[in-house]
């Protein structure tokens, strides 16, 4: 068969494409209509953009229809879960307000990239928000008076102090912070004002597009009840709300965040020093060497003083990276011993710690290592 004969067989099947094509684009179109008059109604409603129950009752129900058609299960879901990632981005531009009368706003640092992204949605869900930045603090005690709500939004390293120098805030105003440590502030909190208080940690970077499924840590401080309206904002948002100790929280930061940052910093700063060729490791990476790679390269295109503040926020760091690094030289004695028994042994330990995790782990990562593998041209 000639070229020609082919592209001429080819041609009405491609045109039929072409034609389910632009039906999807136009059922895509009706769907955004759709799901953005649902936006309306749930900030009507002061319902949450996430609902975690509908979203799963949905992909199921999709699932077993696609299994029925004889169409792939898992491309289904795929599709469905990219079409919904975006209509909820549809529905962000505006939210219902929690608190009756809504009321002043005041963000400390709310210049700063994080700050500027509770500020925008903090107005677009008609508070008044005001900024107070290091120019400011003269008229501090001005722009904090009749605050519903201070929120500190600074560096690590100048949190305490600036708690320290807030003015006398009105007795039903929460103050609150989105440190990514909790105990040092809470208690600074708790000491400067009288009133309600709560520690707030969300567990993303001002890089994110929405709050839907994004996970912020809650320490509760004083007077729960004074700040229902603001854990229901942020569940509005679509934040999913995890509460913790303070203690327990920064313990457990210690090893997702500070860990995590330190490895990175030290295997990033190994291949400079090794003189890599990054261009020559990307071609000859598959999906989950090169994404792994990427894990370790997007730390250098964040700021540096957060991230070290983040590694430095606590001296029991350091001793939880000293025994890192102890484990980390013994099984390198393991492998220079040529020793396999030895290494099968820690990798047996680590199989039976994350047990039935470890299967769980495997089938997110293909999903993610496939999507990976679809964004390279």
Not at 71 to 76: F, N, Y
Not at 331 to 359: I, P, S, V
Request: aromatic share 6%; glycine share 6%.
């Amino acid at each position: 068969m000639t070229d020609l004969t082919a592209q001429q067989a080819l041609a009405p099947l491609r045109q039929q494409i072409d034609s389910i094509d632009s039906q999807l684009v136009a059922l895509l179109a009706q769907r955004a209509k759709v799901t953005a008059q649902v936006g309306k109604i749930k900030q009507q409603f002061a319902l949450p953009v996430y609902v975690p129950e509908r979203e799963q009752a949905l992909l199921s129900a999709r699932r077993e229809q696609a299994q029925a058609l004889g169409v792939s299960a898992d491309l289904t879901e795929d599709v469905l879960r990219r079409i919904m990632r975006e209509s909820y981005q549809t529905q962000e531009s505006g939210f219902v307000c929690c608190r009756e009368g809504g009321g002043k706003v005041v963000v400390v640092g709310g210049g700063g990239a994080l700050g500027a992204r509770f500020v925008s949605l903090f107005q677009r869900s008609g508070y008044e928000v005001v900024v107070l930045e290091q120019q400011d603090w003269p008229q501090a005690e001005a722009i904090c008076a009749k605050a519903a709500l201070v929120l500190l939004a600074v560096p690590i390293t100048l949190t305490e102090q600036l708690i320290n120098k807030l003015p006398a805030l009105p007795a039903d105003c929460v103050l609150a912070d989105i440190t990514s440590i909790k105990q040092q502030p809470l208690n600074a909190m708790l000491q400067q004002h009288k009133g309600p208080v709560v520690g707030l940690h969300p567990m993303f970077g001002p890089d994110i597009t929405n709050l839907v499924k994004q996970v912020v840590v809650v320490c509760h401080g004083r007077d729960e009840n004074q700040y229902q309206w603001l854990l229901k904002q942020l569940n509005v948002w679509g934040a999913e709300l995890a509460v913790k100790q303070a203690a327990e929280h920064d313990s457990a930061m210690q090893l997702i965040q500070a860990m995590r940052h330190f490895s990175s910093l030290v295997y990033g700063v190994h291949l400079a020093d090794e003189n890599a060729d990054l261009n020559e490791l990307l071609q000859l990476s598959s999906p989950i060497y090169r994404l792994e790679l990427a894990m370790v390269g997007r730390l250098f295109a964040q700021n540096a003083e957060l991230y070290a503040d983040i590694m430095l926020s606590s001296c029991e760091v350091t001793a939880l990276l000293e025994r890192y690094q102890q484990r980390f030289t013994a099984l390198l004695q393991l492998l220079k011993a040529k020793d396999k028994a030895g290494l099968m042994a820690q990798f047996g330990k680590g199989q039976q710690f994350f047990g039935d995790l470890a299967g769980q782990f495997l089938q997110e990562s293909k999903q993610l290592l496939q999507k990976a593998a679809d964004s390279r041209s």
